[in-house]
């Protein structure tokens, strides 16, 4: 897997013709995403009439690894920004694993949704935008769905 990654990476670089220099910084981006108070998701759903999810616990998972958790605001919109390196922490673990979890039941915006289940999402690539000596591999919430208790 971060055979693959790198590989991925490497692509990414070549493509643009960039020498990457030493100490290059790559930085791994979830851009602004909505994690609505629905047990539909946002997938094709309009955004303007669903309800937000505020205050939820937000994990970057890859395969098991939880390589971040942030928190969405009071209008349900998260963002992640880390280093390359915080994905690769772990063996076997690469960008092509990881999903987006919200750990925060949804009974917590809404008392007639469950309590139990996730909400969770896969990421999808944008684009990569560089930055000096930063590369920002940018991605997105592909769209999040219900996931009931197994
Ligand atoms: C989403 O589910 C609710 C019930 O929980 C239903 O009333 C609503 O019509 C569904 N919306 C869509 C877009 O499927
Ligand atoms: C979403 O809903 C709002 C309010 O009902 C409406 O004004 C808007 O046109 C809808 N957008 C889409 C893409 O359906
Ligand atoms: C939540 O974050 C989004 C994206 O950064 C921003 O557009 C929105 O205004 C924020 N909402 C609140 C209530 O801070
Ligand atoms: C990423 O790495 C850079 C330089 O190695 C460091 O300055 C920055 O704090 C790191 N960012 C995070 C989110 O760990």
Redesign the pocket.
Known sequence: MAMKLVLFVSVMVAALALPIAKGTNVVVQVG?SFVPCSINGSLGVNVTTTPAF?NARVQLQCGAVVVATTT????????FSLNLTQVLLSPGVGLSNCNLVVTTPLSTCNPTLPPVGVLTSSIVFVRTDVLGVRVVLIFRAAGFRYIPPT
């Open positions: 602004p505020p969405t605001n009071a209008s349900g919109v998260f963002s």
